[in-house]
Every structure is written in C-alpha cells, then in structure tokens.
C-alpha cells in the first residue's frame, strides 16, 4: 500500500544544544499565513503535481475535478474526452455538475474514468461517505487520485466557510480507501520532509528553498499524502 523511503539521518551535523542557529525562523508568526503563495509556489503544490505527473496515464477518457479543471488540463490533454468541474452550489464559473461528495444520489454512478481530487478530504467532515461516493461514481477499472495534507497549517479561507477537519498519514489514508476500494487496489504514499515541512508552515515557497532538499523524501514526516486508487 505505502511506498516511502526514508532519507538518511545526518547525525554528524547536528547542532549541540543551545546552539541552534534558527535565524529568520526565530518567531513565533509565521513569515506568511497563505501557504507561499504571496512569496511564489507553495511548497506542497510541487508534490501534489510531481504525484499527479507521475500518475497522468490515469487523466483519460470522462475527468471529474473540484471547483476548477486545472490539473485535468494539464496532465490528461488529449486524452481527456469530457472534463467535468463539481462544486457544491449552483452558480459556479468552472462548474458543470453540482453535487455533494457525501450524498451519493447527488452525482452520477459510474460515470467517471478519474477523479482528480487534490486536498479537498480535509475539508469534508464525513470523509468515509465521501469515499464511498468516489467508489460509486468510478466506472469499473477507473481511478481517484486523491492528495490530503500531512503537516499543514489551518486553512483560514476554508475552516471559515464550511470547515477545515483532518490531516493525514499513509496508514490513516491507505486504510480510508482501502475499506472501499480494495487494500489491494490502493497506494498511498509520501512525500516531503522536515526541510520541506519547516518551510511550509512558515509559508515559505519554493523559491525560497533548495528543491534538491525539497525532493527527498522522509516517510516519518508526511507534508503530502497521496492516494491513487483503483475501482475493481
């Protein structure tokens, strides 16, 4: 189910107690409270589309996003035939469907070759009837890629509109869709480490960082989990 590797420790550079230099770190607000995006490219955005790349010959035939077709557009191209925008409320721009992730009799039943589901479980409460709708909307041998926060902050947008509720391992989110899916049927990975993380909860972006630090992954901290799951 899980596929992580663990970056190698690196005793020899630890600092000594009390010596810890934390320079612009050394506060207790972080340098920005919109994930980066003020600064540039947010931090977990980067895995999120290193996940999605790596999983695109998935992004084919009827695609289903929330609220903007962005990483539909992007990773499936011409082998998307129709690409369809959920939102929960009419009126939307981008959407084409309205429905509720946790009401089944809301959306289509096996409609869907994917579902490009980037961080949007944390935002619904009852996140196990959600799945159970992905399941049911998924034609047979059709995919969800699902990405969840690990180590995040709160969503301020979010929490104040409908609710920010849950943050993810590989184990909590292996097991949400595997008693759905099929255990056999799901991976989930990770993807981040206590660089990236730092930086993220910061609001630090990309551009302020290493990337060839960013890039190594550290399964005992989690900033992204990733979920790609597959209808029987």
């Known amino acids: 189910m899980a596929n992580v590797v663990s970056m190698p420790r690196q005793a020899a550079t630890t600092p000594t107690v009390g010596a810890v230099c934390l320079g612009d770190l050394d506060r207790v607000d972080p340098i920005s409270r919109t994930f980066g995006f003020d600064r540039g490219t947010c931090i977990d955005r980067r ?34 035939v129709q690409s369809d925008v959920l939102f929960t409320k009419p009126g939307h721009r981008n959407g084409t469907i309205v429905g509720d992730l946790t009401r089944r009799e809301s959306l289509p039943a096996c409609a869907f070759d994917c579902i490009v589901l980037t961080q949007t479980l944390q935002h619904i409460y009852d996140m196990h009837a959600a799945v159970e709708t992905l399941h049911a909307i998924l034609k047979p041998t059709g995919v969800v890629l699902a990405t969840m926060p ?70 005992d901290y989690q900033v992204i989990v990733t979920v790609a799951a597959t209808k029987a």
């Not at 996003?65 to 011409?78: K, M």
């Not at 759905?180 to 989930?188: H, Q, S």
């Open 150 to 219: 690990g180590i995040s902050h709160i969503s301020r947008f979010d929490m104040d509109r409908w609710g920010d509720f849950w943050r993810f391992t590989t184990a909590s989110a292996g097991r949400l869709f595997g008693d759905v899916f099929g255990i056999e049927n799901v991976r989930a990975d990770s993807w981040g480490n206590a660089y990236a993380a730092v930086g993220l909860l910061h609001g630090l972006a990309i551009e302020d960082l290493d990337k060839a630090k960013i890039d190594q992954p550290d399964c």
């Open 47 to 80: 895995y999120i589309e290193q996940f999605l790349s790596r999983e695109q010959a998935s992004i084919r035939g009827r695609v289903l996003e929330i609220a903007e077709n962005t990483y539909t557009r992007q990773f499936g191209g011409e082998r998307v």
